[in-house]
């Protein structure tokens, strides 16, 4: 999306500092998830260390974990879990909400009635006793985490986009094609989607975040991924022992996950209110 | 000789790093009007509201001098400004609609003014107001305060704006534009209420305006404005009648419709090319042939091949709707529409891709009628392959072709739409409905949204394009001055019935439904003085008169309306020859009442 690459570069050129910021600290985050397993020093599940939640020093950069594991090896693995797993549920969830809700807004009529009611329902549905509801039942694996947390936020961007698209359908331009005889599909991904793309990425971005804190929240309750492998969430949980210590193997994933959200917030922040100047 | 009341000298105004506004001076006598005339960015307002001291964002005054009874404008700080606005310059704007607030009530907003500047108590407030509603002419004074702005008409609350800048007895009135949003039969009393209240609060004013002929009304002096520069600036008569400048008279001739020849009599009065019969439509569940709030009501017309239908109404009468019901977005409830002696489905559904081709509609608004988000070629291009097939080379070629056509730059194909100017835009609406190649063009208020000029230049391609390409046109427009001079038949709508129908020689004979009389005799003149003697005998003869869904829909406001007939029995058509009409009155009572 070329449209969408000229926002990053005028962000980049003369945006607020805080969406740079936001910027690097995203990017810093797929770079470290892309090319973590190669960048670690030491294998995710070694033991490492002899002492257990050692401090930061030469040989451990950021000390050792509960069991005498190296904590960048595991954060740069864990990283790798919490953000690509984030980011196609993410993905997913924006694609179908995106799609049912174009289906609602063009077609109208029961379509839309029964489209906006079964997200109703998926809505009143609390998210997190739904994913222990199912994590329960089938066992935790890494195609269900991304099918629960995409499932999860789909009504919420299916919201969203059906009340842009609704706008859109209204306006003359739609009435110009469907007089010129178009079909739905021609209207919905043509006419439609073109207009709403960029507060559907800042959305989707949002969803990012909030699937980011769920998957955390999940692992720390050890439902998310399963050791040996373990998300930022995980690494939380497994070295909560060592709170009262200080140790930092604690606070370096927990400030990671902190970096991540923070990022991301500032960087839809930054896309959001160039797009509102213009 | 004492210095005018207000003097503006050498302003100049810029906005990133260019003048739009420059080296500009002009003064008002006290109690005098003077009217900001030129298209949109020739910076009228942008001068108007500098006299308030308010640049809109991005821009500052760099150079010149305000001058206000004893007050430097210019030269007042944030404070001064404060106690300045809204008590000695006040501001009346295009649209009374945006800017009310819709939670308010009118009282409370309309004496805001005084208790914010601490002029008056509330009781006092709203003492005054009552007298300013009446001497508006507002309905029920009393108690039209304890309304919402919803409630009330967009006459009603253009001159609610009134009372609000009145209020304070400012020394100075802005008026920007402020009848532009208004239909032209309520604009007349608009201007007139607006006129008298000005005279009587003794205030100068600024009149910004596009319209020579409303100023003409109003202005005691004219200066007329391009690209923020002054071009010519002296009494309202001598401007209008011996303009001295080359562009005033530029405007001066296009806000004068120019009288095109009548499509030629296709040989042997072919089969007609689109007939409307009985066509009723409207909103909600359809029963017994009428829809729960019907817009049409048993709409008639025949329109040849390649030749045009004028459709005037106000806004309400059903015009846009029309439009819609033969282009198949609203399917019509009752009635036939044939097209090329075939009969059209009501909906879009089971019409012919050849249907949709030879059908097109060209919306009142360019700026929501182009998709925003893609580019000049994309939106020309598209009609091209799904009607045609043309893809690659080929349609590329005819793009350019139909750039040609309709004289814009090649260049411009790979533009983004929305860096592109209001004319510009309404040229490209044009285009691609010429792209289909179509038999029917459906043209919606398509110079409304434009400045007088531009519009003309539009009013003239359209012309030309159908004369060449031998295009029927549907022509909807509330101007009828420019229907007369444009269309080879007329069709007028009231409250969605046909009270008026006719060939342009038949609408010549001077002898019309009183609606239609009331629209001609609207139109503001350009000479000074049209507005005082307008409208006279013009008052409703059965006000009150109650408004029944077979009765005259004109009833309440018609000037010559029988009591015991109009208001009991539906009103007959009338026929001659090229001609026809809905009233009781026959065409030699229509006649006698011309010449009262």
């Known amino acids: 999306m070329s449209r969408w690459g000229g926002t990053l570069r005028a962000l980049l050129r003369s945006g607020p500092l805080s969406g740079r910021i936001g910027l690097a600290l995203v990017l810093f985050w797929f770079a470290a998830a892309v090319a973590g397993p190669w960048l670690a020093p030491h294998p995710v599940g070694a033991f490492v260390d002899r002492d257990v939640f050692g401090p930061m020093s030469a040989r451990f950069w950021l000390g050792s974990d509960y069991l005498g594991r190296d904590v960048l090896s595991r954060l740069l693995w864990g990283a790798r879990y919490t953000v690509l797993l984030a980011l196609g549920a993410a993905l997913l ?12 807004a063009v077609r109208g009529g029961w379509i839309d009635e029964a489209l906006a009611r079964a997200m109703d329902t998926l809505i009143s549905i609390p998210s997190k006793i739904f994913a222990l509801v199912l994590v329960a039942a089938f066992g935790s694996s890494l195609p269900l985490l991304l099918l629960i947390s995409s499932v999860i936020y789909i009504p919420g961007n299916f919201r969203i986009a059906r009340a842009l698209a609704t706008n859109l359908v209204g306006m003359d331009f739609v009435a110009v094609a469907r007089a010129r005889g178009e079909g739905a599909v021609h209207i919905a991904l043509r ?88 | 000789m004492t210095a005018p009341h207000i003097e503006v000298s ?12 420059n080296d500009v001076s002009f003064a008002i006598p006290r109690g005098q009007v003077t009217a900001l005339i030129g298209e949109s960015g020739s910076g009228k307002t942008t001068t108007a509201l500098a006299l308030m001291g308010h640049t809109r964002p991005g821009a500052r005054i760099s150079g010149g001098m305000i001058r206000i009874g004893d007050t430097r404008i210019d030269q007042l700080g944030e404070a001064g400004l404060t106690a300045l606005r809204g008590r000695r310059v006040s501001y009346i704007a295009q649209s009374a609609a945006a800017a009310f607030n819709p939670s308010r009530t009118i009282m409370a907003q309309v004496i805001e003014p005084l208790l914010v500047h601490g002029l008056a108590g509330r009781k006092e407030a709203e003492v005054k107001a009552i007298a300013l509603f009446r001497a508006l002419a507002l309905p029920s004074p009393e108690s039209i305060g304890a309304r919402y702005p919803h409630q009330l008409s967009g006459g009603q609350l253009q001159r609610l704006m009134a009372a609000m800048a009145l209020i304070t007895d400012p020394e100075l009135v802005i008026l920007d534009e402020p009848t532009t949003a208004l239909d032209v039969t309520t604009q007349v009393d608009v201007l007139k209420l607006f006129k008298a209240a000005i005279a009587k609060s003794g205030a100068s004013a600024i009149y910004v305006s596009h319209d020579l002929a409303v100023v003409a009304q109003m202005a005691d002096r004219i200066a007329v404005l391009r690209y923020g520069v002054l071009h010519e600036e002296g009494p309202a008569r001598t401007v209008l009648e011996t303009p001295r400048d080359h562009y005033t008279r530029t405007l001066i001739a296009a806000a004068r419709p120019v009288e095109r020849p009548v499509a030629p009599e296709t040989a042997g009065a072919s089969a007609p090319l689109l007939s409307v019969e ?75 891709r050849e249907q949709f081709r030879r059908v097109q509609l060209v919306f009142q608004n360019a700026d929501t009628a182009l998709n925003p988000a893609h580019s000049v070629a994309t939106i020309l291009s598209r009609p091209l392959a799904f009607y045609h097939g043309l893809k690659g080379a080929a349609a590329r070629a005819r793009v350019e072709e139909l750039l040609d056509l309709i004289h814009l730059p090649r260049d411009i194909a790979g533009r983004p739409v929305r860096g592109l100017s209001g004319g510009q835009k309404q040229r490209i609406n044009l285009a691609r409905a010429l792209a289909a190649g179509p038999d029917l063009l459906l043209c919606d208020e398509v110079t409304s949204a434009l400045d007088t000029v531009v519009g003309a230049a539009i009013l003239e391609l359209i012309d030309d394009l159908r004369r060449r390409l031998g295009i029927a046109t549907v022509f909807i427009s509330h101007d009828i001055s420019t229907v007369r001079a444009f269309c080879d038949q007329v069709l007028v709508l009231y409250g969605g019935r046909v009270v008026e129908q006719g060939s ?50 004109f009833l309440p406001r018609c000037p010559v309306a029988i009591a015991g007939r109009c208001d009991r029995t539906p009103a007959p058509l009338h026929r001659e020859r090229d001609r026809q009409w809905l009233c009781h009155h026959d065409a030699a009572a229509l006649a006698m009442k011309e010449t009262v």
């Open chain 2, 278 to 352: 009985g066509v009723t439509a409207g909103y909600g569940a359809v029963r017994d042939g009428v829809p729960a709030v019907p817009v049409l009501r048993d709409v008639s017309f025949v329109l040849a091949p390649g030749a045009t239908l004028g459709v005037i109404g106000e806004s309400g009468s059903g015009k846009s709707t029309l439009a819609r019901v033969i282009a198949g977005l609203l399917p019509r409830a009752e009635g036939s529409v044939h097209f090329g002696g075939v009969g059209l489905p009501a909906g879009l559904k089971g019409r012919s």
């Open chain 1, 191 to 278: 006419e439609v989607l073109p207009n709403m793309v960029q507060p559907l990425l800042a959305d989707m971005g949002l969803r990012f975040v909030f699937i980011v804190l769920l998957l955390s929240g999940l692992s720390f309750l050890g439902l998310g991924v399963q050791p040996p492998y373990a998300d930022l969430g995980s690494l939380v949980r497994e070295n909560i022992s060592g709170l009262t210590e200080g140790a930092p193997a604690i606070i370096m994933p927990a400030l990671a996950i902190a970096t991540l959200t923070v990022g991301a917030n500032l960087l839809i922040d930054a896309l959001g209110a160039g797009k509102g100047r213009r």
């Open chain 2, 10 to 21: 050498g302003l100049t105004i810029e906005a990133g790093g260019r003048a739009i506004v």
């Open chain 2, 504 to 553: 342009r020689e038949g609408f010549a004979s001077g002898r019309h439904h009183p609606y239609t009389r009331l629209l001609m005799d609207s139109v503001p003149e350009m000479h000074p003085g049209w507005l005082e003697h307008t409208g006279e005998g013009r008052a409703p003869a059965l006000p009150g008169a109650p408004v029944g869904e077979e009765l005259c829909r």
């Open chain 1, 93 to 104: 969830a924006g694609s179908c909400g995106t799609a049912l809700a174009l289906t609602a």
